[in-house]
């Protein structure tokens, strides 16, 4: 399936997006949190979801 997105021409990570290290404070900002889902997550935690993206 990577083969293939990467065939498209999608983005596989949020650098090739144009993201980096500095930005990633503010999109975790920009992220809603929704406290009633299987896994509630932090802002920490989509910081780090975000910096394993790059």
């Not at 144009?18 to 932090?42: F, K, R």
Request: hydrophobic fraction near 45%; aromatic fraction near 4%; charged fraction near 25%.
């Amino acid at each position: 399936m990577e083969e293939w997105m990467r065939d498209l021409g999608l983005a596989m990570n949020i650098t090739a997006c144009g993201a980096d290290v500095s930005q990633l404070e503010g999109m975790a900002d920009a992220c809603p949190i929704n406290e009633s889902g299987y896994v509630i997550l932090t802002r920490e935690d989509v910081i780090e979801v975000l910096r394993q993206s790059l």
